[in-house]
Structures are given as C-alpha cells and as structure tokens.
C-alpha cells in the first residue's frame, strides 16, 4: 500500500487564488520531504525540500513567496501555491526517503494543478 | 557540473528483453536510483545501486559501474504493462537529494 499519502489528486482554480496540496508519511517519520513540479513530457524537477521544524530549502529560481512549504510535524508537509496564474498549471510531487540510509524515497500520487 | 543521460525513448517487443543505459558526471556519489513512472503517475521505485554489480529482483535489474559512471536497468520477459518512462537518478552526497536524469520512455509493440 502507499507509504505517502498526496491530496488532493487534482485541484482547477481560477488565477489569484491559493492552493495548498498535503504530503503525508502514513507508517514513518519524515523529517525531510522533497516538492518537485513536472511539466508534461518532462522529467521531475525539485522545487524544495522540506524541512520538519526549519525553513525549507528552495533550489534556485523558484519563489519562496510563492510557494509556501510547512513541514509542521513528522508526517505532513504543505505545498501552498499563492495567487496561482496559469503558468503555474503542472503535477506537483512530493517524495519522503525512507530506509536507514534513505535509500528508497517514496512519492505521494501527485496533485494536477489546472489554473484557469 | 551535473549531468545525467539516458535515451530520450525505446521501443522493445513484447516478451523480449531490453536494456536502458543512464551514464553520469557527478562531483560526488552515494548511490544510483532507477524509478519507473506510469503517464499522469507518481514515480514508483524499482532498484538502488551503491556498490559495482549487478542487482537482480524479479524481471528486472540494475547494474552499476562506478568507474565508469554507468548504470543500466535490464527488463526482461517485457509486458504490455512495462510501458513506461525510467527515471535514472543519482544521489551526490549524504543528503537525500536526488539528481534526475530526463527519463527514457519506454514504448512496447505486441
């Protein structure tokens, strides 16, 4: 069964709105989650990782003000997308490592993000 | 820099086998990772490679030369089902972050 529970699996909204999509371990602790965005035909791209109890880390180019990560407890990160816009239409995909090394990372099912 | 590559698509018989290359140029190493991922789908992993060798589970393996800076993923016995993109990725150091390369689609014909 899923190991990374990702809601909602797909959310439309009108531009200038927010939307906040939940990464959840469902049987581990995560105190590190990975946000990556993936344009169609494309491959993953890490957008940030999330930290449980500190500042996530963006990677370069992509605006923290924009998108806003919690990672409030062991088990749940949020990816919030503030006043989406249409360029920001993609699959957004978080991931959690697992395994004594962190070896095996496992992905949450993925959030279709349609901005109208 | 960072650098990962693997064919941009494959095409493979039904019943065949087929093997998927993902060389690599990295300034560290601590381990090679093969997901498969389904369009529209979340990646699913399949193999993690650390040690030189080959790594055998089921149908499928993955094989990694350090010196080289190779990995393959060897699909045998290939089903409808098994049509796919593979993601090749590689992890520098001993964070968990990943480098990907851009994926292989795989496509199978009956």
């Known amino acids: 069964g899923a190991v990374v529970s990702q809601h909602p699996s797909w959310v439309i909204c009108k531009s200038g709105t927010s939307v906040k999509i939940e990464c959840r371990s469902l049987?581990?602790?995560?105190?590190?989650m990975f946000w990556y965005r993936q344009f169609p035909k494309q491959s993953l791209m890490l957008m940030a990782t999330?930290?449980?109890?500190?500042?996530?880390?963006?990677e370069q180019g992509v605006e923290k003000d924009k998108f806003l990560i919690n990672h409030a407890s062991l088990t749940l990160s949020t990816l919030t997308v503030t006043s989406a816009h249409p360029e920001d239409s993609s699959f957004y995909i978080c991931?959690?490592?697992?395994?004594?090394?962190?070896?095996?990372?496992?992905f949450g099912s993925g959030t279709q993000l349609s901005v109208l | 820099g960072q650098n990962i590559d693997q064919p941009t698509e494959m095409t493979a018989t039904e019943g065949a086998i087929v093997q998927i290359n993902c060389t690599y140029q990295?300034?560290?190493?601590?381990?090679l990772f093969w997901y498969q991922q389904h369009a529209g789908e979340a990646p699913t992993f399949l193999s993690y490679?650390?040690l030189d060798g080959l790594e055998e589970k089921g149908r499928f393996s993955s094989f990694l030369s350090r010196s080289k800076g190779y990995s393959y993923l060897l699909l045998k016995e290939l089903q409808m089902k098994d049509s796919a993109s593979y993601l090749c990725?590689?992890?520098?150091?001993?964070?968990?972050?990943?480098?990907w390369g851009a994926g292989t689609k795989l496509i199978i014909k009956p």
């Open positions: 991931s959690a490592p697992r395994g004594s090394l962190g070896e095996k990372l496992f």
């Open positions: 049987d581990f602790q995560a105190t590190t």
């Open positions: 999330s930290n449980e109890g500190s500042k996530a880390t963006y």
């Open positions: 990295t300034s560290g190493f601590n381990g």
């Open positions: 490679n650390v």
């Open positions: 990725a590689v992890r520098e150091d001993s964070n968990y972050q990943l480098i």
